[in-house]
């Protein structure tokens, strides 16, 4: 049998209203960067081939 507590609505409401503290968007940032970077890196990368190969 499973002896695990469950947590009820009003237990998990409490919770985030007094002790849960988001930090928004500043979570989101680090994943946002990395990906970004990759991208600007593949661009320069293209852009750098093609300006050879017109050379």
């Given at each position: ?28 940032q680090g994943f946002f960067l990395s990906d970004h ?19």
């Open positions: 049998m499973n002896n695990k507590k469950k947590i009820n609505d009003d237990f998990a409401e409490y919770f985030f209203r007094n002790f849960y503290q988001d930090r928004g968007m500043r979570k989101w970077t990759q991208a600007l890196k593949k661009l320069l990368a293209e852009e750098k081939k093609q300006t050879q190969s017109n050379d």
